[in-house]
């Protein structure tokens, strides 16, 4: 699998009796940035690394997967007002107080 080249931010999950502490000793070896770890299920890196490097990573006996981590952003901000009313734009509570919708006069 050709990859794009470039630096890419990825996540590493190893095996679970994989050691976290000689991945990363090999992830900081490709000039790779570790920006988080987590050892409480599974053993997780998320890092930050130049593209080409994937595969020698991969090679280390304690990695089961590596995959690219994706950055999410919430680009619907108007999706409250849609759902309660059918008409976009406008700002309106979903809620009033009580336990009646703002509607149920």
Excluded: Y
Excluded at 11 to 38: H, I, N
Excluded at 61 to 66: A, G, L, T
Aim: include cysteine.
């Amino acid at each position: 699998m050709r990859l794009r080249s470039g630096r890419g931010r990825h996540q590493v999950l190893l095996f679970g009796d994989g050691d976290l502490a000689d991945v990363s000793a090999r992830v900081t070896a490709l000039a790779v940035v570790v920006e988080d770890t987590s050892s409480r299920v599974n053993r997780i890196l998320r890092i930050e690394l130049d593209r080409a490097n994937v595969e020698a990573l991969a090679s280390h006996p304690d990695v089961q997967w590596i995959e690219p981590r994706e950055e999410f952003h919430v680009m619907n901000d108007q999706a409250q007002w849609v759902d309660q009313t059918g008409v976009s734009g406008g700002t309106a509570k979903i809620w009033g107080p009580g336990p009646h919708r703002c509607w149920d006069k």
